[in-house]
């Protein structure tokens, strides 16, 4: 059974962050407030952070904000409120509809479809000079991994072309949602696998996403040409994040994207 609420053990900074309403996107799903953290110095990179099950981006925006990342800039949207087969069908913010995670279990591929293309289309405006990337936690960190798989495919699970030049991707006690169907790659596809870094942290002791479900997503990943793709286990920790797996994450997103220094 996936947590109704993603539990963070982080102390907040405080600060301003710019709230824009939610929108429709064009498969008709409703998505909530969307919460933007300006760089506080020169915008070298903007990243779309995703939430868990049951959250929004407000608390989002607020752990985006207390990381030392000053070239950087943080679009945190909301999810759609929808019923969620794994709660009993108790209607929540979820990316899309998931139950058992497992590797027989049905992909909700549109609801998959539908928050990808919503996410590329919040990056789809940014200055061309700035690099973008994805990442999240939990139910995040999987539309993370599942967006990266249509960048190096170049199209969405219903065929429509991805528009996005991911260059970078980042995944917290997630997973990968459609492993069982084998990702098919062209050479342009393989060359665009093999160029986007990828970073997997997950507890050992995950009670809600199990930990071999993340080795076993960065393990598929590897298999499908992903040669970026590392995966940094955290022995004893549950399903929430501390203050040394997010040092990771701004420690390797300042070297792949080559940011200048932090704050």
């Known amino acids: 059974m996936i947590e109704l609420y993603m539990k963070f053990v982080f102390f907040y900074n405080s600060g301003l962050c710019l709230d824009v309403s939610g929108s429709r996107n064009a498969r008709g799903y409703e998505f909530g407030r969307t919460y933007v953290v300006r760089p506080k110095g020169k915008h070298q990179a903007t990243l779309v952070w995703l939430h868990g099950l049951g959250d929004n981006g407000s608390s989002s925006s607020q752990l985006m ?22 709660l009993g069908g108790f209607t929540c913010t979820a990316w899309f509809d998931v139950g058992e995670i497992s590797e027989d279990g049905h992909d909700d591929l549109e609801g998959l479809d539908a928050s990808a293309s919503h996410i590329a289309n919040l990056l789809s405006a940014e ?23 249509c960048y190096a495919l170049g199209r969405y699970g219903t065929g429509h072309a991805y528009p996005i030049n991911l260059r970078a991707v980042v995944g917290l006690s997630g997973w990968l949602p459609g492993w069982k169907g084998k990702i098919e790659c062209s050479y342009e596809a393989a060359r665009r696998a093999a160029s986007l870094p990828i970073i997997l942290t997950h507890g050992t002791s995950d009670d809600v996403v199990p930990y071999r479900f993340g ?6 990943l ?3 040409g ?6 940094k286990p955290y022995e ?20 792949r994207l080559g940011l200048e220094g932090s704050r």
């Open 65 to 86: 904000e207390s990381l030392r990342l000053p070239n950087v800039k943080w679009i945190c949207p909301t999810a759609p409120s929808r019923p969620v087969s794994s």
């Open 127 to 149: 200055p061309a000079d700035v690099q973008v990337g994805i990442g999240g936690v939990s139910m995040g960190a999987a539309i993370s991994l599942y967006s990266a798989t």
């Open 236 to 255: 004893g920790l549950g399903h929430y994040t501390v203050p040394k797996e997010m040092d990771e994450v701004v420690h390797w997103l300042t070297t």
């Open 215 to 220: 080795e076993k997503s960065a393990q598929s």
């Open 226 to 231: 992903f040669r970026q793709a590392m995966f």
């Open 222 to 224: 590897g298999m499908a």
